[in-house]
């Protein structure tokens, strides 16, 4: 199994980016899905998480009305749509996802998951 993440890069404060993941070798649409992140000098933390069918969805507060998770099992992908960038923000984001999970609420979980993409720096400016 393989997730390539993109769309990562510098924005100003206040601009958005679109973040894209794309798995391979698996049955997407089986997958519940996650997005992580690790903020420069700090631990990885949850971001969001979808379901299999794209039915549920979780966000971290922080995030919640700025940042959406969506994804297309046509296309194998899952998206992080980032508005209303901070630069708290900035971070290696990371693309996860949990084969054959039929449920979302634990996707919070770094521990739930089991294939990591390899990140996607962005770097929100002042």
């Known amino acids: 199994v393989q997730l390539q993440a993109s769309g990562g890069g510098l924005v100003q404060a206040g601009g958005s980016l679109e973040l894209s993941c794309v798995v391979s070798?698996?049955?997407?649409?089986?997958?519940?899905m996650g997005w992580f992140r690790q903020p420069p000098g700090k631990e990885r933390e949850f971001v969001a998480a979808i379901s299999f069918d794209g039915s549920s969805t979780r966000y971290e507060d922080s995030v919640k009305g700025r940042l959406s998770i969506s994804r297309d099992n046509v296309k194998n992908t899952v998206y992080l749509q980032m508005n209303s960038l901070k630069p708290e923000d900035t971070a290696v984001y990371y693309c996860?996802?949990?084969?054959?999970?039929?449920?979302?609420?634990?996707?919070?979980?770094?521990?739930?998951?089991?294939?990591w993409g390899q990140g996607t720096q962005v770097t929100v400016s002042s």
């Open positions: 996860a996802a949990k084969p054959n999970y039929a449920g979302y609420y634990y996707l919070f979980r770094q521990s739930d998951y089991d294939y």
């Open positions: 070798g698996a049955a997407f649409d089986a997958c519940g």
